[in-house]
């Protein structure tokens, strides 16, 4: 089983803010994912990575995959009450397969 | 959004009892994928299939089958559904491996 450790658990910090969640593995994987999950809904995917060092912006947020492809980071800044959710990353050692990580419940308080 | 529905969205079952959970796509996309999500452990694999008829065990199989008998049909089938197995279960599809869209869920309660 391919491990994928997310962190923080849990966040809540204030509208405006910034933040960095991280997702750390021992395995190497050739893509890695971003999903954000709201309450009764399934995750969404919100970034693919697959080059090691790569940065890659959706508008506010910004995912960078490791050099050595064993770990990501998402960077939010300003983070607004919408960006509220589980944040899930999820890693493809090889083809047909994903493993997730536990997830960062992140609140942004008005 | 991906064409994915989940059915049934909820439903409780006694423990021993078989239980079927079904997944449709409108996309033609040649993986779909069951998962279930615990706390505390996030999404695991159960099963995946990468073409009709041909499917695969995931990280946690034991005690659940699956069936792709066409494309857009992918069944997840409880042979005698136990208190563990209660949980959230997605579905998910994808062309290239390793990219999902996700259905809605189906939260399963065993009694």
């Known amino acids: 089983t391919q491990l994928l450790e997310q962190s923080p658990q849990f966040l809540s910090i204030q509208e405006g803010e910034n933040l960095t969640v991280y997702c750390n593995s021992s395995?190497?994987?050739?893509?890695l994912q971003w999903y954000r999950q709201e309450p009764g809904e399934g995750p969404v995917l919100l970034v693919t990575?697959?080059?090691?060092?790569e940065v890659k912006k959706l508008k506010r947020l910004t995912f960078q995959f490791g050099d050595a492809r064993k770990d990501s980071s998402l960077h939010i800044t300003a983070a607004q009450p919408g960006d509220t959710g589980l944040y899930l990353c999820a890693g493809a050692p090889g083809a047909n397969n994903l493993f997730f990580g536990t997830g960062t419940r992140l609140t942004v308080i008005p | 959004d991906a064409g994915i529905t989940q059915s049934p969205r909820h439903k409780v079952t006694e423990t021993g009892t078989p239980v079927t959970l079904r997944c449709h796509q409108t996309?033609?996309?040649?993986?779909m994928y069951w998962y279930r999500q615990d706390p505390g452990h996030g999404l695991r694999l159960i099963h995946y299939?990468?073409?009709?008829?041909?499917?695969d065990k995931g990280e946690v199989s034991d005690g659940y089958s699956v069936s792709r008998s066409k494309t857009e049909d992918f069944l997840l089938t409880l042979e005698s559904a136990t208190s563990s197995q209660t949980s959230v279960y997605f579905c998910a599809i994808s062309e290239l491996s390793a990219i999902a869209f996700f259905g809605q869920g189906t939260r399963l309660t065993v009694v």
């Open positions: 996309e033609n996309h040649r993986y």
């Open positions: 395995s190497v994987f050739s893509s």
């Open positions: 299939s990468y073409g009709v008829k041909d499917t």
């Open positions: 990575v697959v080059t090691g060092g």
